[in-house]
């Protein structure tokens, strides 16, 4: 679903709401363990929302917007890999569009804190003995015993972007 609403006939004008979106629905037996889920690694839904505001007579614009998307989990014989974000990414702008002839716009991003979250849940067996440094590993199966699981998060603060564009 794509959609722009142009403000001007309730008398903000100059101003625009731009909105899209995709949701998706999937299902399969798992060959493997023949549980109904999701195709691997398959879009559950994006979104992407931004007002934008051209003040009439002049050259500033200002605006906002927010983002945001989902997967499902990616499966492979021997694993689980899962991301998550932990927040929409948003920002807010400010924009001349004529500055020596150039466009600058001041962006702010990540208004609400958007983390990521990785999980991989690997299985089969370790071998060898607890504290040794060379320890190997031998690949299972999903529907065998989880062998380690590694668990990465980041958070992010405030993006600052400067951006000009035009012909130099």
């Given amino acids: ?10 008398g903000w004008n100059g101003a625009k709401l731009d909105v899209e979106g995709e949701l998706r629905k999937s299902s399969l037996r798992d060959p493997l363990t023949g ?11 994006t979104y992407e929302a931004t007002l934008r505001h ?6 500033w614009a200002w605006g906002a917007g927010v983002e945001d998307f ?9 694993q ?16 001349h569009k004529n500055v020596f002839g150039l466009t600058v716009q001041a962006n702010l991003g990540n208004l609400f804190g958007r983390s ?9 067996d370790l071998l060898g003995q607890p504290g040794d440094l060379d320890r190997g590993f031998m690949r299972g199966r999903r529907n065998g015993p989880v062998a380690f ?10 993006i600052y972007r ?6 130099f």
């Fill in 1 to 10: 679903m794509v959609t722009s609403i142009l403000f001007d006939p309730i």
């Fill in 35 to 45: 549980i109904h889920r999701r195709i691997s690694d398959d879009k559950i839904f």
């Fill in 54 to 59: 051209d003040i009439p007579g002049s050259n």
């Fill in 70 to 78: 989902r997967y499902s989990d990616f499966l492979r014989l021997d």
């Fill in 80 to 95: 689980i890999t899962r991301f998550r974000t932990g927040a929409p990414y948003s920002w807010i702008f400010v924009e």
């Fill in 116 to 124: 990521e979250n990785f999980t991989r849940t690997a299985f089969g």
């Fill in 149 to 158: 699981v590694e668990d990465r998060s980041r958070e992010f603060g405030l």
């Fill in 162 to 167: 400067l951006t000009v564009s035009g012909s």
